[in-house]
């Protein structure tokens, strides 16, 4: 139905519907986003009143040895190192599936599981798993080995032991997604290259692939997404108090805010988060784009 | 009612029902004229049962007042944005950005109740029934902002069962306890446990082998942050002995650890030592086994050291403030003066077994060998002496220190790179006009 053909009652019908959620989303998100801009621009402890300090805050986020410039080089290791793991892991996984290998369909529901714990349960999981303490079974299994245990949990490592935690939650959820894009593709197109003679591999590269562009690049921006504003495993596995060997922009921005009450320049990160996460996912958007194809 | 009358009507139900779900507070309506006061208590070592029963004593004895309150391992992840909300409880104890506080005049000043007449001390007044030195930590402008619940002393604890079986001796020089931590590792023991996911476990350590290196002339020199103290070749020497200590000694995986996991490996015997402060015991209360005989000693004399062999690191600890914004500030000052009299810290010591600032809170009271051997260090000092720098720089420490520290204790950085980090950390808060720095104060009058 185009606008021209919605009566006025209609209309008045459809503003009364919108209000409710039109007043809560601009109390709740867009005014405070307003504010949170205003307040990047000040030196202010929350308690004081406030001092207008103009783009300072922003030249110190990227002052040589800034705590914001380690903290987003954490958030750019953590979305490529895990990412790349993740996307590949989870497209091989959802193609073998797919060819329908023995036990796929137990495999589908074994990877899918972790996706449904929540973050802070994985995180406390695998600071079990980690621990050098006699509850730790991997460093049991090193001791048994006469290996020397590894301090995973330490600060200077945490990262590092973060990605397997990482790849294995999230990779059951996009082999899902990947799968369901594959599980779409008509069978036709597989057999008319099988009977040309393509490979599985071939199949893969010139079929699967292109035929499934658009749920890889949502993907990609979920994952993008995930690792610029990762907090919760940091957050979980450092006990609340992340050092500058582990903070992430998240993680920075809540304890500049919260633990030290340094709001402007806590609310500085915020808003560059927020740009961060809007030009990083549009430019993404803008390199992954192909030719739709219909099928 | 027609649709288009039913449909307005309902939208704006659901608006008015979604804005006061979302955003409304209702205060209980109560017949009498009951005052509450809410304190909010870290919830750490020694629990908040003390605090609640207190809480039941001082509402029996004042029948117009309510105290909720309520604890939290994690109380200053809760207490934080409600300061900013100007919605704080009236008393709360937890690590805040006090300064900050203190400067933007949110808290609200102890003197009136420290002149006050002191609960169960006829003729006193607040103050003088307690300890002298303990309110000094956090004066500005002539005024208290803050009074800590306990008094800790900073001490290596150790098994004396464990000792006596193998005929060790607690060290009482530096020499001696890495020589003890030799005999140790020979007998398969980690010498040292440490909580090594807080890496600011460290700095009292540091600073005490620091305190045994310079007179306290010297050593007051750091907390009143003057230029170059930390790079005073006896602080460097201070941070190389502690991080030959981390690398050579702390039991594998130590950094890994979190203090009650590493504690437990010391509880468990797999470690033969551990530095803590003196809520050890009540921590690991449930886990140490029933024959377990708790002995300490203070940080060892570093031989050939300028400084008082018998001073002891030691001061107040889980401090009190009373937030300005808070409902019933007079209350609240009040109900912490009722916590910290002398019946309340009495039963206090017996229940914690630890120490309040309230001078001779343990006299009368049974105590536990483990307690003595605290009291025994603290009344064999010659002075006590405590840090200040982790709440008036809040940032460089969180920060700069605690990450200095962790590459410290794993070796990755030398003592002197430790002290040229910190330095550089401290020169920018000195060159900071935005950041409060108290007047040097140089060493206290005894």
């Given amino acids: 139905m185009s606008q021209q053909h919605l009566n006025r009652d209609t209309k008045r019908f459809l503003w009364i519907g919108i209000l409710p959620s039109a007043l809560l989303y601009g109390l709740f998100v867009i005014w405070p986003a307003i504010n949170a801009l205003m307040y990047s621009f000040t030196r202010w402890d929350g308690l004081s009143t406030p001092a207008w300090i103009g783009l300072d805050n922003f030249?110190?986020?990227?002052?040589?040895?800034?705590?914001?410039?380690?903290a987003i080089g954490h958030n750019i290791y953590l979305t490529v190192v895990p990412g790349g793991i993740i996307l590949t892991l989870a497209l091989f996984f959802a193609w073998m599936i797919h060819l329908k290998v023995a036990g796929s369909t137990l495999f589908r529901v074994t990877f899918f599981f972790p996706n449904v714990i929540a973050s802070v349960a994985v995180a406390l999981l695998w600071v079990l798993l980690y621990s050098t303490t006699e509850m730790g079974p991997i460093?049991?299994?090193?001791?048994?080995?006469?290996?020397?245990?590894?301090?995973?949990?330490e600060s200077a490592r945490l990262l590092q032991s973060i990605v397997p935690m990482m790849v294995w939650s999230a990779t059951g959820f996009y082999l899902v997604l990947f799968l369901a894009a594959m599980e779409n593709i008509p069978a036709d197109y597989y057999e008319a290259a099988h009977l040309d003679g393509a490979s599985p591999t071939l199949q893969f590269i010139r079929i699967t692939l292109p035929l499934m562009w658009d749920v890889l690049t949502t993907g990609i921006i979920f994952l993008i997404v995930g690792g610029l504003k990762f907090f919760d495993a940091v957050w979980v596995m450092e006990n609340g108090r992340p050092s500058p060997a582990t903070h992430t922009m998240s993680s920075l921005m809540y304890a500049k805010v919260f633990e030290e009450y340094n709001v402007g320049y806590g609310t500085a990160i915020a808003v560059l988060l927020f740009l961060l996460v809007l030009v990083v996912t549009r430019i993404s958007m803008r390199l992954l784009k192909r030719e739709r194809l219909e099928y | 009612m027609d649709r288009r009358t039913f449909l307005t009507q309902a939208s704006g139900c659901a608006a008015s029902a979604s804005l006061l779900a979302a955003g409304c507070h209702f205060e209980p309506i109560t017949s009498d004229n009951t005052k509450t006061i809410e304190v909010a208590v870290f919830e750490g070592g020694f629990g908040i049962e003390w605090h609640k029963d207190m809480a039941r004593r001082y509402e029996a004895l004042h029948p117009g007042v309510k105290v909720n309150l309520w604890g939290d391992p994690r109380v200053d992840e809760k207490i934080k944005p409600r300061v900013l909300r100007r919605n704080p409880p009236d008393l709360a104890s937890c690590t805040l950005p006090v300064w900050k506080l203190i400067t933007a005049g949110r808290l609200y000043p102890m003197d009136d109740a420290l002149s006050s007449p002191a609960y169960g001390a006829d003729g006193k007044t607040w103050k003088e029934t307690l300890r002298a030195g303990v309110l000094a930590d956090y004066v500005y402008e002539d005024k208290t902002y803050a009074l800590p619940s306990n008094l800790g002393v900073w001490a290596c604890w150790y098994s004396k069962k464990l000792f006596r079986e193998h005929g060790w001796d607690a060290p009482s020089t530096w020499g001696e306890m890495t020589a003890l931590c030799e005999k140790m590792l020979a007998a398969?023991?980690?010498?040292?446990?440490?909580?090594g996911k807080y890496p600011q476990y460290a700095w009292s350590t540091i600073l005490s082998c620091?305190?045994?290196l310079?007179?306290?002339?010297?050593?007051?020199?750091?907390?009143d942050f003057k230029k170059g103290a930390f790079q005073d070749p006896a602080f460097v020497k201070a941070a190389d002995l502690m991080r030959e200590l981390a690398v050579k000694y702390f039991q594998k995986g130590a950094l890994a650890m979190t203090h009650t996991e590493s504690q437990m490996e010391w509880a468990n015997g797999r470690a033969g030592m551990v530095f803590c402060g003196l809520w050890l015991k009540k921590e690991m209360e449930k886990a140490l086994p029933d024959d377990f005989e708790m002995g300490c000693f203070p940080v060892p004399m570093v031989t050939g050291g300028l400084g008082d062999p018998k001073a002891i690191y030691s001061g107040g600890g889980e401090s009190f403030f009373i937030f300005k914004d808070g409902k019933h500030p007079e209350i609240a000052a009040d109900f912490l003066k009722f916590l910290l009299s002398i019946e309340p810290a009495r039963d206090y010591v017996k229940r914690n077994d630890s120490l309040t600032p309230v001078i001779d809170c343990q006299v009368g009271v049974t105590i536990s060998s483990a307690l003595q051997s605290a009291v025994d260090a603290i009344e064999g000092s010659t002075r006590m002496y405590s840090d200040r720098l982790s709440t008036l720089y809040i940032e460089w420490h969180r920060t700069l220190v605690q990450q200095a520290q962790a590459d410290l204790l794993r070796g990755a950085i030398t003592g002197q790179?430790?002290?040229?980090?910190?330095?550089?950390?401290?020169?920018?808060?000195?060159?900071?006009?935005?950041?409060?720095?108290?007047?040097a104060r140089g060493v206290p009058a005894l």
């Fill in chain 1, 59 to 70: 030249t110190n986020l990227f002052k040589s040895g800034s705590d914001f410039a380690t």
């Fill in chain 2, 417 to 439: 790179q430790f002290g040229d980090r910190l330095e550089a950390g401290a020169e920018a808060v000195r060159n900071n006009p935005n950041i409060y720095k108290p007047p």
């Fill in chain 1, 139 to 153: 460093n049991n299994i090193r001791q048994a080995l006469h290996l020397e245990k590894i301090p995973f949990l």
């Fill in chain 2, 188 to 195: 398969g023991i980690a010498p040292l446990a440490f909580q």
């Fill in chain 2, 214 to 223: 310079v007179p306290f002339e010297k050593w007051y020199d750091i907390e």
């Fill in chain 2, 210 to 212: 620091y305190q045994r």
